[in-house]
């Protein structure tokens, strides 16, 4: 988040030849965004969706702010003394950045310890050392865009992106100024910041549509934003009565404020191409009421007014321990929260916050000498830095939830990571020039696109292609090879979004050429229906066997368990584990079964054999695997096959006749 939480009275902040006189509606603007901030990651439910769902804004408004304030210090500065002093303006960086995010990651070390599994143990590990680097937004896309990535409300140093962004704008900003003042004046800063504004945020725009999910942890698509506060905080020391009076004054803080809140209250940020234009409305409405407040309006009075002021000296430190607090809490809940521990969150947040605003940020930001502060943060992250190379160089593996589970799963594997890497080995052990996994879901392997699998026996020659669910068909298969005797099986990815690319690959390879037989089995997401028949319009004429794959069953039984784990630790072992069978139909996504009719219907208006993966899994109108009859879970998620699983399916595949000439003559 922003540097400007950390500026609580920013505005009086400056040293002894540069100060600003301070404004406590800023307080409260920046109240309002960690409040939207807030509430946007509480996920409250509401109306089929979630409270405030465009309260991420909340980060784009103290992006404005952060640049408005630290530009007005460092003109001030200059103007007051004529130069700008780097060194000054990074020590006083650190005095407010670094003790209150030591202290919250002190505090989440030992929470870490005991909610953590070793796989995201390790991934908090690492999230540690980049939020010290502040390089945890590029450590964070690259994390969640892995396949399979566990869900970003899950990872409690997570909202650490937002510092990473601005410290890396701050890395290049000041000495900008320092060049621009030296060789230019003010209205050369104007200039270049103008152009730096609009070259970012056409920027932004761009990558926001070519690549969404990196465009939001890009630096340069949040440049634009800062550089927007640092134009206004240009243009409010040169012409601050500008447009100031009259009705424009007296309409624009209600307006602004409006749009403001109509955005965090009706944009979802999936639905729409953010950082870029469409965030242009909250950064206007921002720098307008930066602008336009004045003391006598009543809009000013109520930003001005104590709790918000209070919250907002806060925002810092609310922000700080809000996410690790909720990511925590939503990892020790079985299920989906209640509203009440929801409020336990909050209150939680507040009593952290206030306490260490009081006894850490204040103090160490206003009182600490030098070489005290010094000290006592090294000290801060010695416990910090080692306890993360303990856990990346696998030192420290067995955490308290594991052992605290260990009796409950018995033989079953409790970290679903390692049973999702695990689901990857047989295709592994066929690529010895390549490490094969989750990444697979999303390309082909090398392996896919060049090598001949099949013999020259003379057996059936099945071709699998899909995502990560023709994986589990494979594994099916594979782990029953003698239950199928007549048949050999390849493989060939092709993921959702690179369909057309996909089969101009898939028809290049010699697997293709050799196969006789195009299975397509995929989870069938919106692009992927879409494409089937397109699909099946390129593969039909070759001439080749076309089968489809109805969907597999798919359960969830909220929250961020698989809704095996949500079962066994729901019932703490007072229920036989068998009993998830006969429940797990009531928990079965409702989309399985109408999706599979759709499917169903597909094949048959294309003329092509279907299979049902879901009849694998759910036999009965009354029953749905995820336990094997040995105890084991069959599911790793909500709805990809363990390795046991893929076993007893393809078993139940092969009672069902699949690939054999009596089932192919009767379909």
């Not at 009086?12 to 409040?35: C, F, K, N």
């Amino acid at each position: 988040m922003p540097k400007i939480f950390l500026l609580a009275s920013v505005c009086t902040m400056a040293s002894q030849h540069h100060s600003l006189a301070y404004r406590p509606e800023i307080d409260g603007l920046r109240a309002i965004a960690v409040l939207s901030v807030i509430v946007y990651h509480l996920k409250i439910p509401i109306g089929g969706g979630s409270l405030l769902p465009g309260g991420f804004l909340g980060v784009d408004l103290f992006f404005v702010l952060s640049g408005f304030l630290i530009t007005q210090i460092l003109i001030r500065e200059f103007e007051s003394t004529g130069r700008i002093s780097i060194a000054d303006f990074y020590w006083r960086r650190a005095k407010r950045i670094l003790p209150p995010l030591l202290l919250v990651m002190l505090a989440s070390l030992p929470a870490a310890w005991m909610i953590l599994l070793p796989s995201e143990l390790d991934r908090f590990a690492l999230s540690l050392l980049s939020a010290l680097g502040f390089v945890s937004n590029f450590f964070w896309f690259f994390e969640l865009s892995e396949y399979g990535a566990q869900s970003g409300l899950l990872q409690p140093f997570l909202h650490t992106w937002s510092l990473a962004i601005e410290e890396q704008f701050y890395l290049i900003f000041p000495p900008l100024l320092i060049i621009l003042f030296k060789f230019g004046t003010v209205r050369t800063v104007f200039w270049v910041v103008s152009v730096g504004l609009v070259l970012s945020l056409v920027a932004a725009e761009g990558l926001t549509r070519f690549h969404p999910a990196f465009s939001f942890y890009a630096p340069t698509s949040r440049a634009w934003e800062m550089l927007a506060g640092a134009l206004l905080a240009i243009l409010r020391l040169k012409r601050p009565e500008a447009l100031i009076g009259g009705v424009i004054e007296r309409v624009a803080p209600p307006l602004a404020f409006m749009v403001f809140g109509v955005s965090i209250a009706t944009l979802h940020l999936s639905k729409i191409s953010h950082p870029g234009f469409v965030t242009l409305p909250v950064v206007i409405a921002t720098c307008a009421l930066l602008w336009f407040l004045t003391p006598h309006q009543p809009l000013t009075r109520l930003l001005s007014s104590k709790p918000m002021v209070e919250i907002g000296k806060l925002s810092y430190s609310l922000y700080l321990w809000h996410f690790p607090i909720f990511a925590f809490g939503r990892l020790s809940t079985v299920g989906s929260p209640t509203l009440s521990e929801m409020g336990i969150w909050v209150a939680a947040t507040y009593g952290a916050s206030y306490l260490g605003y009081r006894f850490i940020e204040r103090p160490f930001r206003f009182s600490m000498p030098p070489m005290r502060f010094a000290t006592i943060c090294g000290a801060a992250l010695l416990p910090i830095i080692g306890g993360a190379a303990l856990v990346t160089s696998g030192t420290l593996q067995q955490t308290s939830k594991m052992q605290s589970l260990a009796e409950l799963y018995g033989e079953n594997e409790i970290d679903n990571k390692m049973l999702a890497q695990a689901s990857w080995s047989l295709l592994d052990a066929l690529s010895p020039d390549e490490d094969i996994g989750s990444w697979n879901a999303l390309r082909p392997s090398q392996h896919e696109l060049n090598d001949l699998w099949f013999s020259d026996a003379p057996t059936r020659k099945v071709l699998l292609i899909g995502d990560s669910h023709s994986k589990d068909v494979y594994n099916a298969l594979t782990l029953n090879a003698d239950l199928f005797p007549d048949i050999e099986v390849a493989r060939f990815n092709i993921h959702r979004k690179s369909v057309p690319e996909g089969l101009e690959q898939l028809r290049n390879t010699p697997n293709f050429s050799k196969s006789d037989t195009i299975v397509i089995a995929s989870r069938y997401y919106r692009e992927y229906a879409t494409s089937l028949e397109r699909m099946l319009s390129t593969l039909v004429p070759t001439g080749k066997k076309i089968i489809i794959l109805g969907p597999s069953a798919e359960f969830e039984a909220g929250g961020s368990q698989p809704l095996f784990d949500w079962f066994i630790q729901k019932s703490t072992g007072s229920s036989p584990i068998h009993t998830l069978n006969r429940i797990a139909p009531k928990y079965e996504r409702p989309s399985s079964k109408s999706l599979e009719e759709r499917i169903r219907l597909v094949s048959k208006n294309a003329n092509v054999q279907f299979l049902s993966r879901r009849d694998l899994i759910c036999p009965t109108l009354k029953e749905c695997t995820l336990v094997t009859p040995k105890g084991l879970k069959t599911m790793y998620d909500d709805t990809h096959w363990t390795l046991q699983g893929a076993q007893l399916f393809g078993q139940r595949a092969a009672e069902a006749g699949w690939f054999s000439e009596r089932l192919a003559i009767r379909d």
